[in-house]
T-cell receptor
Framework: AQSVSQHNHHVILSEAASLELGCNYS??????LFWYVQYPGQHLQLLLK??????LVKGIKGFEAEFIKSKFSFNLRKPSVQWSDTAEYFC?????????????FGTGTLLAVQP | DAGVIQSPRHEVTEMGQEVTLRCKPI?????LFWYRQTMMRGLELLIY????????DSGMPEDRFSAKMPNASFSTLKIQPSEPRDSAVYFC??????????FGDGTRLSIL
């Protein structure tokens, strides 16, 4: 069965530090990959997505993610975090061209940025 | 562009009562998803519909939960009878085929 692993459950950083959140998935076929962000008290919002093409994907608010097929990974990065990036981050995957739009979500990583 | 609309935003009720959560997906989206989010279990997919048809309800906790989608623009999630352990934030999301899901603001449910 497909699964998504986010190894970091809690991350605490100071402002201006660099961020990398890990995401690995288990599926041998072609996949669509997503990162969602949930700010405190709000709903999930799409941060960025990968469907095909350039494996380095740029998202909103200076975030980017790199799809490494050989490692089944889609890590999220930001060179310099801000206090406003404090949120929970979810990695998700679904089958490329699949019959359904069901997403498999990771368990989330809670990021706290200290001013 | 109106997003996914959920109602009510907050619901507080006593255990044993029936609870109905409502969702209006984005127009043109053919898939609709119901999720539950708690501190203990994180984000769980309860059920999803494709073209108004339930495809996978394996995440529905038990028979007290039921969901319907009578048409392309409306879905309900019912809990009857409700229990304190059902307290959570319930999110509805919708999408087009092979496109990202868009989430509503959620319903924060408290069962006393």
């Amino acid at each position: 069965a497909q699964s998504v692993s986010q190894h970091n459950h809690h991350v605490i950083l100071s402002e201006a530090a660099s961020l990398e959140l890990g995401c690995n998935y288990s599926y041998g076929g072609t996949v669509n990959l997503f990162w969602y962000v949930q700010y405190p008290g709000q709903h999930l919002q799409l941060l960025l997505k990968y469907f095909s093409g350039d494996p380095l994907v740029k998202g909103i608010k200076g975030f980017e993610a790199e799809f490494i097929k050989s490692k089944f990974s889609f890590n999220l990065r930001k060179p310099s975090v801000q206090w406003s990036d404090t949120a929970e981050y979810f990695c998700a995957v679904n089958l490329y061209g699949g019959a359904t739009n069901k997403l498999i979500f990771g368990t989330g990583t809670l990021l706290a940025v200290q001013p | 562009d109106a997003g996914v609309i959920q109602s009510p935003r907050h619901e507080v009720t006593e255990m044993g009562q029936e609870v109905t959560l409502r969702c209006k997906p984005i127009s043109g989206h053919n898939s609709l998803f119901w999720y539950r989010q708690t501190m203990m279990r994180g984000l769980e997919l309860l059920i999803y519909f494709n073209n108004n048809v339930p495809i996978d309800d394996s995440g529905m906790p038990e028979d007290r939960f039921s969901a319907k989608m009578p048409n392309a623009s409306f879905s309900t999630l019912k809990i009857q009878p409700s229990e304190p352990r059902d307290s959570a934030v319930y999110f509805c999301a919708s999408s087009r085929s092979n496109q990202p899901q868009h989430f509503g603001d959620g319903t924060r449910l408290s069962i006393l």
